[in-house]
């Protein structure tokens, strides 16, 4: 019964923690440029995060080593530093954007100055990750993310052309005007799989199945989460395409706002579908918030070999509490200079694709390596699909920069 | 053996270097050429946006769908995004052949700033929201027009 509930909550958790702001933002705007076309890089994200998630899981159970340390180990030093810190700044950008987006949030409900929002939310989530547990925080964040399903229903009510919305799970180009927008389809293609498969999620779930102190008989818990959670988490991706393809494709709206989300829920269900929006996106982005965070701050204490986890008291991990306490400062402060959310995820996911293949070939590496993983080694399928979407990362990241330049960050 | 691999080091970081100086640079130009007919486009097709979103706001608030808060915040932001566009348009000087076209945007801009920031307080002036739903109606229309003019 205990393990059925833990089961449970862990894919309710996962599902409630699959959006952030980044997700959001590229999921409606792909759908408000493309229509349904690109439902299918979600799909091939959602596998490919499905695949990596689930080995990082099964490593963290079965050998108790978290990403960053395996990282450091296969790479060596330097390669290792240049992925730490890159991915330290990736979540750096990206904790700021959600802070930014809780801020926007909350003026949206209240209307006093967004800066003193800012510090009410750096307030807020500090007490939070100094007292609560990491389940807590995990569960709580995650449970109340859920409410991001009145965009789901959302979408359904809005009456999607659903032969058309399946047709957009095939691989597929649709044509189109000119050939700039061929690339601005491709800088969506490789924006979405980046929100989706966003490096943060893999450190973040790997430690997390550390500090909940999994063993190799948790390898199947760990399997079913990761499918279950992902693929419903990702039906959210999935009904934010739908909005944007039905809501705001027609009414020629590319949203740049947070709130401009929330309009999909007003039209269908009124005041309430608006409260449900907001306070949906405030956990899902306060969430990201804490977890790019703690990301941060367990990368380089298992980078470096510091005591960490969420499990040790502050005094227990001084400098594992004096890193993510720093790292909340920082993106406070980046944020507080007036940049613009939206703008500051969008370059992090955009520098995220870049530093995939370098977190998911250690990954890849340490799960088919039968002298260290034994029986839970990666069979020949999991090995091929890992090559497969690390050929793929390694493409998009390729083209990500050149993109970002040549289409003016997707705006043509 | 050991200056092999020094050798091959620098080799990687020189070429790493040269990639991201590279990319540094292109950015740059980018950024930095003078406005040309595409940017155009992009400015408008982003104001257009504004004013279609500023025109659903109005219309879901006459029917009583939005908060008060809501409605002033999200189209307070909007004006900001609209304003950010005037702001870059005057911060770069047009190609050649362009300055007609830049003047018509600059014109255009303003008048949907202009409108969304009357709009943002206008949610308890049904009449005046009303209007300006229309008039933001018109400018995206027009919006749409000249998108596509500066298309060819």
Redesign the interface.
Known sequence: MKKALEIFLGILTAMGGFVEIGELVFSINAGAKFGYSLLWVVALGTIGIIIYGEMAGRIAAVTGQPVFYLIRERAGFVVGLGTLVAANLVNLLTCAAEIGGVAILLKLALNWPYRVFILLGLIFFLLVMWFLPFQWIERTFGLLGLLMVVFMLTAILLKPDWPQAAAGFIPNVPALESPKEYLVYAYFAVALMSSIMLPYETYFYASGGIEDHWTPSDVPLNRIIVTVGFVLGSLLAVALIIMGARLFLPNHIEPQLPGSAALGPVIVFGKWGLALALLGMFFAFGGAAIETCLSAAYNLAQFVGWPWGKFRKPGGAPRFALAWITMLILAGLLITTGVDPVSVVEYSIIFSVIILPLTYLPILLVAADRTCMGAFANRWWANTLGWFYLIILTIAGLCAIPLLIITHGGKG | MRRATQHG?WLQSAVALLIIGG?GF??TA?VNKPLGA?DL??AV??L??HA??GR??AE?ALS????A??F???TS??RD?AGAVVKDLNSTAPRAGLEEELSRVKAFAERISADLASLSSSFDDRQEMSRLQEDLDTV?RQA?EMEESL?H
């Open positions: 080091r990319l292109w950015f980018e595409e486009k992009i097709s982003e257009r946006s279609a979103e659903l706001i879901q009583a769908r939005l908060t808060t809501f002033q915040t999200q932001m909007l995004k995206f749409l298309k």
